[in-house]
């Protein structure tokens, strides 16, 4: 089973910064997209950006020109450089992956999630 572990959240005042991990562990046989999604109180869970193993992003129209994602494929971790953080951006930041597991002679395909991360934008 392949599992996620983010860190780097925290409170931070409007137009602050901050830098979120994920690190994949587990019987990680490869690993294709890798993203960010967040979830504020009384809302659903939306994308905030995504990116391939080969480097392609896509970021939600919101956090376009703010916030940055990249990753690291030899560590299976991913980052998200947050700045000009505005009170609207605090929500529980969720770490997924698409990973494809090697066990038992099999190869399994599953989207995994972390446990979450607290953002908090206010002054």
């Known amino acids: 089973q392949v599992q996620l572990v983010e860190s780097g959240g925290g409170l931070v005042q409007p137009g602050g910064s901050l830098r979120l991990s994920c690190a994949a562990s587990?019987?990680?046989?490869?690993?294709?997209?890798m993203g960010w999604y967040r979830q504020a109180p009384g809302k659903q869970r939306e994308l905030v950006a995504a990116?391939?193993?080969?480097?392609?992003?896509n970021y939600a129209d919101f956090v376009k020109d703010r916030f940055i994602i990249s990753r690291d494929n030899a560590r299976n971790t991913v980052y998200l450089q947050m700045n000009s953080l505005k009170p609207e951006d605090t929500a529980v930041y969720y770490c997924?992956?698409?990973?494809?597991?090697?066990?038992?002679?099999?190869?399994?395909?599953?989207?995994?999630w972390g446990q979450g991360t607290q953002v908090t934008v206010s002054s």
């Open positions: 997924s992956a698409d990973a494809v597991e090697y066990s038992s002679g099999s190869y399994y395909r599953q989207i995994s």
């Open positions: 990116i391939t193993s080969g480097g392609t992003t």
């Open positions: 587990g019987t990680i046989f490869s690993i294709n997209a």
